[in-house]
Structure formats: C-alpha cells, structure tokens
C-alpha cells in the first residue's frame, strides 16, 4: 500500500516501573499487528515518566528498556519509528498550547490523576495534573489517527479527541482528530493475586505481575500462586471467576488459542493442571522474549532512537508552524 494512503497509528509507553504481561497483552503486542496496516510511530515517553519522582540514573536506564522491549517484541522498524519524546520539543510546546485549549474542569474528570494521587490531590506535582495534555500533544503533534492503548487510556484519548475538535472550532481545521484502538481481550489483565483490580506496574505486591523481565522459572511459580475462584471448573466467567478469567485471556492470549478451546482442553482437570499448563506457556514465552531482549545492545538502541527523532522531526515542526499560525503568534 502507498504509504501516504496509511492511516498513522502513536502510542507509548512510560519508562517508569517494571513492564508486565498487562503492558504487552493490553499495548504492545497489539502495536506489532498493526504495523503492517499502518503507519506506525511508537514512543518512550520520558517526559510523562517525571510526573512522579524518579531516580535520574534508573530513568535513563529504563529509556534503553522500554525501547529494547519494543524492539523485543516485535516492532519493526522496516515498518515502525521508534524515539524518545524528550528529543523532539515540539510535544512540549504543543502541550502548553493545548494547555489554553483545555478546561480546568476536563482535567478535573481524568480518573489516573486521582487514582495515582492516593487521596492527597493537593501535593502531587502540576504536572501529573497536567499529563493528559502532554499526552493529546504527543498524539495531536503527528497526525495520529489511531492511538492503541489498554482500556485505561481511554479517557486520555477522548480528551486529545476533544483538545483537537475544540482547537479546530477555536481557530482553523488545522488538527487531525485521533481515536482510540482498544483489543476486544487483554485490554485489561488483572493482577494475579487480585484479579478485582488490574495488573499493575506500581503494585506493592510482586506477585500481583509477571514482568517481562523476570526470571522465567519465578514467574512460572507466581503463575502456580496466582489467586483463583472457589469452584474448580476451568470455565470463563468474567463476573463470577474473575480469577480463572483473567487467567484464561493470558493463555489464551499468548498461545494464540481460542478460550472456547482451553476451557474443553481442560474440562474437567481443574485448576492446578491448567495453572501447570499456562507457567509453561509463560516460561516458554519469557525465555522466548528474553533471549531476543539480550541479543539489543544499548549502543544500538541509543543509534535507532535518534535516528527515529530525526525522521519524524519534519512532522512535529510543520504541526507546529500550522498551530502558531492559526493562533496568531507567527
Ligand atoms: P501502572 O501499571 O503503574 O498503572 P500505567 O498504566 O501508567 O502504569 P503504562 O506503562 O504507562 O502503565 O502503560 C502502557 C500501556 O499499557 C498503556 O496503553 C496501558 O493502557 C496499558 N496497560 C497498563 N496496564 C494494563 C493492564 N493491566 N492490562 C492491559 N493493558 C494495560
Ligand atoms: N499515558 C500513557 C502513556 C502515553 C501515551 C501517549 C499513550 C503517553 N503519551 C500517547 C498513547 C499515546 C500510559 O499508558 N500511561
């Protein structure tokens, strides 16, 4: 297909806490099936990362961690850009533009800010606020049209829907308006020792996530612990048996095997054969995921992440020109 036909698709992730199953099955994963169809950019989001606190040397490690996963994963950059937000200052820019776009009452709705604030709203930082429009600038900047997230983010999307149709009614049609791509499974994995809530980086628990780097025999035994519903019929039931549920869409998932197929696989086996079934299947997958992840030196990731700005710089910057025309300041 031509690619200027392409619809562009941006998405991305923090470079902050340990990335799980959720982040692979819910995001990522979901990025690398989409790469042919679209026009794809995919970014590590640093500047979102320093909403909360972060050790500046870990920070700059998980940089080259978040990229190597993508690279891990499957993002191909004969199809795909990679790059690290903080090079294009662009994302900044926009977002403070945005910033006069948006309503003290749209960032008042967003559910991550207060979740993430813990109850203490008054002393989280401006900009764990404010991250939202940085996230609509970092969407808005490339002409997204298709923006893949876990169900999480979908209340940050709607708002760059709204930021962008608000803009082109203020000013001129200048912006293109994105929408969300949420997977129909694995939009939301659960945590395996409560899987009421989901699956979560800043769990306090480890043994509420699998994460992509973990030692695949560990995670082979969290699966072994992973917390279950009284009965022991391997049967998916989302509002009964959230546990065997959240289960069965991981295995599901990562085996490439209908539900239908695993609840007959194991009917009748009970709960501690299919929990057998699926740490193979997790340890197959990690060992898998790892040995490409170890094959990425930071030295070549440091190369593909500039290189990706440099390629996408012309977009940011004619984004930009249009915005301050409209505006009235160039
Ligand atoms: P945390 O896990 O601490 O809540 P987060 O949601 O901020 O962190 P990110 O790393 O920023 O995590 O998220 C990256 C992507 O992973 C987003 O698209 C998000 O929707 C998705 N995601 C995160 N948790 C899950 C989950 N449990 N299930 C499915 N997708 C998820
Ligand atoms: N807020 C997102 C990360 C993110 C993002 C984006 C995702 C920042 N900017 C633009 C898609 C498009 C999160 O997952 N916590």
């Keep these: 297909m031509n690619e200027d036909k392409k619809l562009r698709v941006f998405s991305g992730v923090q470079p902050s806490g340990n990335l799980h199953l959720g982040n692979y099955l819910g995001a990522i994963s979901q990025w690398v099936n989409m790469q042919e169809k679209y026009n794809c950019i995919f970014c590590v989001v640093d500047y979102h990362a320093?909403?909360?606190?972060?050790?500046?040397?870990?920070?700059?490690?998980?940089?080259?961690?978040?990229?190597?996963?993508?690279?891990?994963?499957?993002?191909?950059?004969?199809?795909?850009?990679?790059?690290?937000?903080?090079?294009?200052?662009?994302?900044?820019?926009?977002?403070?533009?945005?910033?006069?776009?948006?309503?003290?009452?749209?960032?008042?709705?967003?559910?991550?800010?207060?979740d993430k604030a813990d109850?203490?709203?008054?002393?989280?930082?401006?900009?764990?606020?404010?991250?939202?429009?940085?996230?609509a600038a970092d969407i808005i900047l490339y002409n997204t049209d298709v923006v893949?997230?876990?169900?999480?983010?979908?209340?940050?999307?709607?708002?760059?829907?709204?930021?962008?149709?608000?803009f082109n009614h203020n000013f001129d049609k200048v912006l293109r308006v994105p929408k969300a791509e949420i997977r129909k499974e694995g939009a939301r994995i659960m945590g395996l020792d409560d899987p009421t809530k989901k699956?979560?980086?800043?769990?306090?628990?480890?043994?509420?996530?699998?994460?992509?780097?973990?030692?695949?025999?560990?995670?082979?035994?969290?699966?072994?612990?992973?917390?279950?519903?009284?009965?022991?019929?391997?049967?998916?039931?989302?509002?009964?048996?959230?546990?065997?549920?959240?289960?069965?869409?991981?295995?599901?998932?990562l085996a490439g095997k209908e539900i239908k197929e695993l609840e007959k696989e194991y009917s009748g086996k009970g709960y501690g054969d299919f929990k057998k079934g699926l740490a193979e299947v997790v340890k197959k997958f990690l060992i898998d995921f790892q040995e490409k992840y170890n094959a990425i030196s930071d030295d070549e990731v440091k190369k593909l992440l500039k290189s990706g700005a440099e390629k996408i710089q012309p977009i940011a910057e004619d984004t930009i020109l249009r915005v301050k025309k409209v505006i009235g300041v160039k």
Excluded: C
């Design 50 to 114: 320093i909403t909360v606190k972060q050790d500046p040397e870990i920070l700059r490690k998980k940089i080259i961690e978040i990229a190597k996963i993508y690279l891990a994963s499957g993002i191909d950059l004969e199809n795909s850009i990679i790059f690290q937000q903080s090079d294009i200052k662009e994302h900044t820019e926009l977002a403070w533009i945005l910033n006069t776009v948006a309503r003290i009452s749209d960032l008042n709705k967003m559910t991550q800010f207060k």
């Design 119 to 135: 109850g203490n709203q008054e002393n989280v930082s401006v900009g764990l606020y404010d991250y939202p429009v940085l996230m």
């Design 148 to 166: 893949p997230v876990g169900e999480d983010q979908l209340q940050h999307v709607e708002l760059a829907r709204d930021l962008a149709k608000r």
């Design 199 to 253: 699956m979560s980086k800043s769990a306090t628990s480890e043994l509420n996530y699998i994460a992509l780097t973990d030692d695949p025999d560990k995670a082979a035994k969290k699966i072994m612990k992973a917390s279950t519903d009284s009965d022991m019929e391997v049967k998916y039931d989302k509002e009964k048996k959230p546990g065997i549920s959240n289960l069965l869409t991981i295995y599901s998932l």
